[in-house]
């Protein structure tokens, strides 16, 4: 798991697809369980604390895995739940491109389609590939992901 957190409302997660194999995306039980798991996971192990209404965005690539962004909304009368989080979870099949300086740095290219645009190399899984290539990739690259939204579940107020 790798995270960025891009301000005090907004975090994006990134998880590869050992984490996220097991997770039925389509069961909206399912998710708010494992998304209260990882509130609590981010909470213990890095002093994150969620509280109040969030929107999730979960990305979901087949090679790679998931990106989740989560945006907090301000709303005052969510500040007094302490510990109490209600999730509007967007799931969204996409097709991960990867932005890179340079592909030949890739063992096989016939794994993988390449584009160009404006000086930048964006490149795009095809077939099955390795964690180690998949990691080398990440290493190398900017991820690029879209929305082709695909199911949307809105959770009822979940204590973490």
């Known amino acids: 798991m790798k995270f960025n957190i891009v301000s005090d409302t907004q975090i994006i997660i990134f998880l590869n697809k050992n984490y996220v194999s097991d997770i039925n ?31 999730i965005n979960v990305y979901l690539d087949k090679y790679y895995g998931s990106v989740i962004e989560l945006e907090k909304e301000e709303f005052e009368y969510y500040d007094s739940f302490t510990n109490q989080v209600d999730m509007r979870i967007s799931v969204i099949d996409s097709n991960f491109l990867y932005e890179i300086e340079d592909p030949y740095f890739l063992d096989n290219l016939d794994n993988f389609k390449i584009y160009t645009y404006k000086n930048k190399f964006y490149l795009q899984i095809e077939k099955d590939i390795s964690n180690i290539q998949i990691s080398n990739i990440v290493e190398h690259s900017n991820i690029v992901y879209s929305d082709t939204e695909d199911i949307i579940y809105k959770s009822e107020l979940v204590t973490i």
């Open 25 to 55: 995306f389509k069961d909206k039980d399912e998710l708010e369980d494992y998304f209260r798991f990882l509130f609590l996971n981010l909470k213990k192990n890095y002093n994150i604390n969620f509280s109040g209404y969030y929107i």
